[in-house]
């Protein structure tokens, strides 16, 4: 009799007594107590805990562990948002899991990892579903990039200003600190980390209210070009839009400068001063750091030989056209003796090899389309109701530019900002709230009648098609579904989809 466990998560915020936390528990018993093959081990349950990563997921970590251990064959979730809304954890735990003899069913999506297209079901999913994330990302940083470009200003407020309503406002204690280091350093010639002891011993307080001051604070606000006036944003970028990590800006994204921005504290001879005596204190001028792009073969096409990876160089032909070629690294880095394969591939040649590997997979391609179709629907409608469209997100905005507005009046009452900064950042909270407004009625009669749906569909399965037909080349799905492409000395190559047992051979 097999072993079977099942997980089931719900997150605190869902209402829906169908997707409840006892209903998945129940559902689970009952539809494993009916198949006579099957014993229920256990149900592995996190209630209240988000399903986009799984580092938090207790219950679940205990169900892999416990899948390890051999407790278990199968393991039975609703859907695949259940096991997990990062599509890459999904991936990656339903690979190990299936290596070691371990399936997992996706009942509502009736998709079985150890299925013939299981795999290629899930790796289509993941592209439908980056590919919406994507595209929701790129609508934020081009608004973002569009309203940075008009001047409002991104971020928080600092020593010397104050930042409302995406406006730079002088502070005068924190002006009077910011001047006084500007004079020290670039008038009276004191170091750094001597003017950051003075400060220390005068009683000075940071901006984050502490009395011990550094010498990398100073330095950083010696860099600080908001202090002449001027205004550069974007000084991190976000390469990844699935993790959300910031990088610094190193020329990968546009700068936005924007000179006499706002009332400076100090003058532009101080400022030119002050760079000027730091470009020649630097005693390290740093280059700019290249950085590497990951290819659908990186890492992933082996010497038979010497077990080295290929590594891609670009080349540019007779004719002008730029093609991309592999050579074993062993050869590229210790001279071509240290490894006898000889052996050039072009990139175009290899996706050629990839291509016709996976369209040889027996594949009932109606119902595939069908099932990641159903899939990827729900997958959007998730990500739709994440995002600034929905009207419950419209609702909070529109509620946050009120609490602004009122803010902005306490602040003129105050006599904090002048009567005419009052009557702008009022009028700009005013023309944003109409917009809020109108966009949430849009989104509110658009939620309540459905709209776009049979359209929406229709893509989605066109762009599946097109995928299982290779029509479309989807960097995602070909990382997805290669897992290696080995060279040989006598010039032929065997090469290996994820999770499938055929080894595809090629030659000259």
């Not at 259940?82 to 999506?109: C, H, M, P, Q, W």
């Not at 004079?183 to 003075?198: D, L, M, P």
């Not at 400022?271 to 950085?291: I, L, P, V």
């Not at 050579?327 to 090899?353: F, P, Q, W, Y």
């Amino acid at each position: 009799m097999m072993q079977v466990a099942s997980y089931c998560r719900v997150s605190t915020d869902k209402a829906d007594q169908a997707n409840s936390f006892a209903s998945q528990q129940r559902y689970f018993e009952e539809y494993v107590a009916g198949n006579p093959d099957w014993n229920l081990y256990e149900i592995y349950a996190d209630e209240g805990i988000s399903g986009t990563s799984t580092k938090k997921r207790s219950q679940f970590n205990r169900m892999i562990d416990d899948a390890y251990a051999g407790k278990f064959q199968l393991i039975l979730t609703k859907e695949v948002s259940r096991f997990s809304r990062n599509i890459v954890d999904t991936l990656r735990y339903t690979r190990a899991l299936k290596r070691i003899g371990v399936a997992v069913e996706f009942v509502t999506d009736r998709i079985n990892t150890m299925d013939s297209d299981g795999e290629l079901r899930l790796s289509i999913m993941a592209t439908i579903a980056q590919d919406e994330s994507r595209k929701t990302s790129n609508r934020v940083v081009w608004g973002q990039t569009r309203q940075m470009e008009k001047g409002v200003v991104f971020g928080r407020s600092m020593l010397g200003y104050d930042v409302i309503g995406g406006k730079l406002t002088i502070e005068p204690d924190g002006a009077e600190i910011v001047r006084l280091i500007f004079q020290k350093y670039a008038v009276e010639q004191v170091g750094t980390a001597e003017i950051a002891h003075f400060l220390t011993r005068e009683g000075y307080r940071t901006y984050r209210g502490s009395s011990t001051w550094k010498s990398s604070a100073i330095i950083k606000i010696l860099k600080n070009e908001k202090y002449v006036g001027d205004l550069v944003q974007k000084k991190t970028y976000t390469p990844d839009y699935l993790t959300h990590e910031k990088r610094t800006n190193k020329g990968q994204v546009p700068l936005i400068r924007i000179e006499n921005h706002h009332d400076p504290i100090i003058s532009r001879e101080i400022w030119n001063a002050a760079q000027t005596r730091m470009q020649q204190n630097n005693k390290h001028n740093a280059g700019e750091n290249g950085h590497s792009n990951r290819y659908v073969f990186s890492g992933r096409i082996k010497c038979a030989v010497c077990g080295a990876n290929f590594v891609g160089r670009m080349r540019i032909l007779k004719d002008g056209t730029k093609v991309r070629r592999w050579s074993c690294g062993t050869a590229v880095n210790e001279g071509r003796a240290a490894c006898g394969i000889g052996k050039l591939i072009r990139d175009d040649d290899a996706m050629h090899m990839l291509k016709t590997a996976i369209k040889s997979l027996p594949l009932d391609t109606e119902a595939v389309i069908r099932n990641v179709t159903s899939l990827a629907l729900d997958s959007i409608r998730f990500t739709e109701s994440s995002t600034a469209n929905t009207p419950e997100r419209l609702q909070f905005e529109l509620e946050r530019i009120q609490q602004k507005k009122a803010a902005v009046m306490d602040a003129y009452f105050s006599s904090d900002i002048s009567k005419e900064d009052m009557r702008a950042m009022k009028k700009r909270y005013e023309t944003q709230s109409a917009a809020l407004q109108a966009r949430l009625e849009k989104a509110s009669a658009s939620k309540l009648h459905g709209d776009g749906t049979a359209q929406l569909k229709a893509t989605i399965q066109t762009e599946v098609t097109a995928l299982l037909n290779l029509d479309t080349e989807s960097e995602v799905f070909c990382k997805a579904m290669l897992d290696r492409l080995t060279v040989y000395e006598d010039r032929h190559m065997e090469l290996r989809l994820n999770d499938l047992p055929q080894v595809f051979r090629f030659t000259e």
